[in-house]
């Protein structure tokens, strides 16, 4: 029987950072984080990063493993992840994989595969992707391109198909958005060109180009800009672009382009899936209060300083809802109220298109968030504790058999 992991997932502003830690502490366990932006240093404020304080110990992996400039793929995620998860089993503790970048986390958890096969089909990834299309909408893929590209999904419309799949092979095989690549004229032209451990949590902003003082905290408001995996989405035939699919059976035949993933030998983990939701008003509250609460912390000036230090307005890391709202507030491109509102609809948007792909994984144990909004998480883990653990203790006693 294969090692244990929980993953706790749930839309933007759920409280998944104090679930996961909550967790962590009663499972002597460690958190292992699953956002595409909390990898970045000096992106502290908007992506929500924990204190110390809240961290409360707890090891948190996979925070502040990169410098802004640089691109960040989900092979590389998954590589990371992996081997992150692996040291934990192997001191003896228990992975929790904390996110809501279902991308990522499908590609930890389930057995697919990022190696020179799936990088040799670049035909079966557009073949993928016109099905996917045809089974469930031009929309769906224009909003898998909204996740990844959204500079370039506004400029494209739903329905011209063959623009939004070469900018999602773009992205795929490049790691970045078609928009960040200097003198391109767009999807339709121009140019197409293992650091695992937990860092110490403290207090403070994290210098750019070093290894800095920051947390896993709860997940940006929109900095999830990687959320193109379809968790939960069907199954597809031939070689299926839905990348990392949470509850969909595995692909079927055929690889995928580089950087999407083919079926592996089985599953890797004894996982268990935890989510939390709220009804959708309380959750916008929540999302609307807690741009409100970055942005009195500073988040502009964050932005700011990341661009004086030399990070490209098109970087990746900037992409992310926020980031480059307020990057386009510092250029005089639009009024700062009409920018913070912005960055709410935009966050607002995202918790729905999250939540519409987690609805369709039957694997999530749901917890009603909103219904005890006033208790600690730890109240959560109490009511679920002992039918997570009594799965764990049967892996670990054939394990201990083993041994």
Same mark, same amino acid.
Request: with cysteine; proline share 5%; glycine share 16%.
């Given at each position: 029987?294969?090692? !244990?992991?929980? =993953? =706790?997932?749930?839309?933007?502003?759920?409280?998944?950072?104090?679930? *996961?830690?909550?967790?962590?502490?009663? =499972?002597?366990?460690?958190?292992?984080?699953? &956002?595409?932006?909390?990898?970045?240093?000096?992106?502290?404020?908007?992506?929500? #990063?924990?204190?110390?304080?809240?961290?409360?110990?707890?090891?948190?992996?996979?925070?502040?493993? /990169? &410098?802004?400039?640089?691109?960040?793929?989900?092979?590389?995620?998954?590589? %990371?992840?992996?081997?992150?998860?692996?040291?934990?089993?192997?001191?003896?503790?228990?992975?929790?994989?904390?996110?809501?970048?279902?991308?990522?986390?499908?590609?930890?958890?389930?057995?697919?595969?990022?190696?020179?096969?799936?990088?040799?089909?670049?035909?079966?990834?557009?073949?993928?992707?016109?099905?996917?299309?045809?089974? #469930? $909408?031009?929309?769906?893929?224009?909003?898998?391109?909204?996740?990844?590209?959204?500079?370039?999904?506004? /400029?494209?419309?739903?329905?011209?198909? #063959?623009?939004?799949?070469?900018?999602?092979?773009?992205?795929?095989?490049?790691?970045?958005?078609?928009?960040?690549?200097?003198?391109?004229?767009?999807?339709?032209?121009?140019?197409?060109?293992?650091?695992?451990?937990?860092?110490?949590?403290?207090?403070?902003?994290?210098?750019?180009?070093?290894?800095?003082?920051?947390?896993?905290?709860?997940?940006? !408001?929109? $900095?999830?800009?990687?959320?193109?995996?379809?968790?939960?989405?069907?199954?597809?035939?031939? $070689?299926? *672009?839905?990348?990392?699919?949470?509850?969909?059976?595995?692909?079927?035949? $055929?690889?995928?382009?580089?950087?999407? !993933?083919?079926?592996? !030998?089985?599953?890797?983990?004894?996982?268990?899936?935890?989510?939390?939701?709220?009804?959708?008003?309380? %959750?916008?509250?929540?999302?609307?209060?807690?741009?409100?609460?970055?942005?009195?912390?500073?988040? *502009?000036?964050?932005?700011?300083?990341?661009?004086?230090?030399?990070?490209?307005? &098109?970087?990746?890391?900037?992409?992310?809802?926020?980031?480059?709202?307020?990057?386009?507030? %510092?250029?005089?491109?639009?009024?700062? &109220?009409?920018?913070?509102?912005?960055?709410?609809?935009?966050?607002?948007?995202?918790?729905?298109?999250?939540?519409?792909?987690?609805?369709?994984?039957?694997?999530?144990?749901?917890?009603?968030?909103?219904?005890?909004?006033?208790?600690?998480?730890?109240?959560?883990?109490?009511?679920? %504790?002992?039918?997570?653990?009594?799965?764990?203790?049967?892996? #670990?006693?054939?394990?201990?058999? /083993?041994?």
């Amino acid at each position: 029987m294969n090692r !244990p992991l929980i =993953v =706790v997932l749930g839309p933007t502003a759920s409280g998944k950072s104090a679930l *996961a830690v909550s967790l962590a502490e009663a =499972v002597n366990g460690e958190v292992v984080s699953g &956002d595409s932006m909390q990898v970045y240093r000096g992106m502290d404020i908007g992506t929500g #990063k924990i204190t110390a304080g809240e961290a409360r110990g707890v090891p948190h992996h996979l925070v502040d493993i /990169k &410098d802004p400039r640089e691109g960040f793929s989900v092979a590389e995620f998954q590589t %990371l992840a992996r081997s992150a998860i692996a040291d934990i089993h192997q001191r003896g503790r228990i992975p929790i994989l904390a996110g809501g970048t279902g991308l990522y986390i499908g590609a930890v958890v389930d057995p697919y595969e990022f190696g020179a096969q799936a990088r040799a089909s670049v035909t079966s990834y557009r073949e993928g992707m016109r099905r996917l299309a045809a089974e #469930k $909408g031009n929309g769906c893929l224009h909003a898998l391109l909204a996740e990844k590209d959204p500079v370039t999904a506004a /400029k494209v419309h739903p329905n011209d198909i #063959k623009r939004v799949i070469r900018a999602l092979e773009f992205f795929e095989i490049q790691g970045r958005p078609i928009s960040s690549n200097q003198g391109a004229r767009g999807p339709g032209g121009g140019s197409s060109g293992v650091e695992t451990g937990a860092k110490p949590l403290g207090g403070g902003s994290v210098g750019i180009g070093r290894s800095g003082d920051g947390a896993l905290g709860a997940e940006p !408001p929109g $900095g999830e800009s990687a959320e193109a995996g379809a968790l939960g989405a069907g199954r597809l035939d031939g $070689g299926s *672009a839905e990348a990392g699919a949470l509850g969909a059976g595995p692909f079927e035949g $055929g690889s995928t382009a580089a950087g999407s !993933p083919v079926a592996g !030998p089985g599953p890797l983990y004894q996982t268990r899936f935890i989510g939390l939701r709220w009804e959708r008003e309380q %959750l916008y509250r929540r999302i609307n209060g807690r741009v409100d609460t970055m942005i009195r912390k500073g988040w *502009a000036e964050e932005v700011r300083l990341l661009l004086e230090a030399g990070v490209p307005e &098109d970087a990746q890391s900037m992409q992310a809802i926020g980031y480059r709202h307020i990057v386009g507030f %510092l250029n005089g491109q639009s009024p700062w &109220d009409s920018c913070v509102e912005q960055i709410k609809m935009e966050t607002r948007r995202f918790a729905k298109r999250q939540m519409t792909w987690f609805r369709r994984n039957p694997r999530i144990f749901w917890l009603d968030a909103g219904g005890a909004a006033g208790q600690r998480a730890g109240d959560f883990v109490r009511d679920i %504790l002992q039918d997570v653990l009594s799965d764990f203790a049967a892996v #670990k006693n054939i394990r201990d058999r /083993k041994d």
